[in-house]
């Protein structure tokens, strides 16, 4: 399975603005909070994909946006 990880936020402005971004555009995501060096972090994330190639594709689409991109596998 992969996941394409769009940014990690502390601020929630940030965050609601970035998904703002990808909703407008068509992209499905999704938030997940943890816990990062003592500070409560919100990851935007998008997926899972079941193929890289789906991933990749995703992606691509998130950097014509002028936003950052991680890509995960597990």
């Known amino acids: 399975r992969f996941?394409?990880?769009?940014g990690p936020y502390v601020p929630s402005n940030?965050?609601?603005n970035v998904r703002a971004k990808?909703?407008?555009a068509g992209?499905?995501?999704y938030t997940q909070q943890v816990t990062v060096d003592g500070?409560?972090?919100t990851r935007v994330r998008?997926?899972?994909?079941?193929?890289r190639?789906?991933?990749e594709k995703a992606a691509a689409k998130v950097r014509a946006l002028g936003l950052p991109v991680q890509?995960?596998?597990y």
């Open 14 to 16: 940030k965050v609601a």
């Open 71 to 73: 890509q995960y596998s």
């Open 46 to 51: 998008m997926g899972p994909f079941s193929t």
């Open 3 to 6: 996941v394409v990880q769009v």
């Open 39 to 41: 500070k409560e972090v």
């Open 53 to 55: 190639k789906e991933m």
């Open 27 to 29: 992209l499905n995501n």
């Open 22 to 24: 990808l909703s407008g």
